[in-house]
């Protein structure tokens, strides 16, 4: 009865919440980004996790990458109570709601996410997280691009991104995703000369080797096209 009074006092206080945090911040670090966190809530028995006011910056030069308003994701552990150390972690769900993300380049060509790299395996990790039949959603989302070089720069607007697993049932390495993105009232300019009232829409599914274009339609005051097509290997 003490045991589980204290784990509640623990809980309530916030002591798991604020671990958690160190534990996402700690992550991001790996990739070479310093993660700010406004307020973080993750349910008992870890089931549910929700974030608001997610703030990423480049680790070495402090330039803003990116931002959050509020995310909040699902999740299923298989073996929680298992008498070992290694806990299998499922992504089902994934709500992403206010991402505003700042993509430049200067004049040399060199881009803002230059620093960030990909850490090395760990093959003896604790927490092994998949993510493959996950439902994403991404939604009231913008992109900032400006390519200083060629004299490019846009927004992209009202952007709303679905992702689903086609056939969950599938192997992990083969298993196709859904993936319908659309944006709005976007604008892009070239050398000074803007183009407003930019959509797109796009269906498709895609793995992690190929992709599948079933339509892409991009709307603009000078044209309109309508694509189709394969992408047989991302590299």
Avoid: C
């Amino acid at each position: 009865v003490a045991l589980l009074l204290i784990a509640v006092i623990v809980y309530r206080l916030g002591f798991v919440d604020h671990y958690l945090v160190s534990q996402i911040k700690n992550d991001f670090s790996k990739y070479g980004i310093r993660a700010e966190v406004k307020t973080f809530h993750a349910s008992i028995p870890p089931s549910a996790v929700e974030i608001d006011g997610i703030e990423l910056y480049d680790a070495l030069s402090g330039e803003k990458l990116g931002k959050i308003d509020r995310l909040v994701a699902a999740i299923r552990i298989k073996d929680l109570y298992a008498f070992n150390l290694q806990r299998h972690v499922d992504l089902k769900d994934l709500k992403i709601e206010g991402l505003e993300v700042w993509v430049k380049y200067d004049d040399q060509g060199r881009s803002n996410f230059r620093n960030l790299r990909l850490p090395p395996p760990e093959p003896n990790k604790r927490i092994l997280f998949a993510y493959s039949t996950a439902h994403v959603e991404i939604k009231n989302s913008l992109i900032h691009y400006g390519d200083a070089q060629h004299s490019l720069s846009g927004e992209a607007r009202n952007l709303s991104v679905i992702i689903d697993p086609d056939i969950s049932s599938a192997p992990v390495e083969s298993i196709m995703n859904r993936v319908t993105l659309g944006l709005s009232n976007s604008t892009f300019v070239y050398d000074g000369r803007p183009i407003n009232n930019i959509d797109v829409e796009f269906k498709g599914r895609a793995n992690q080797t190929r992709a599948e274009v079933q339509e892409l339609v991009l709307r603009s005051p000078l044209a309109e096209a309508h694509l189709q097509g394969t992408l047989d290997d991302w590299r």
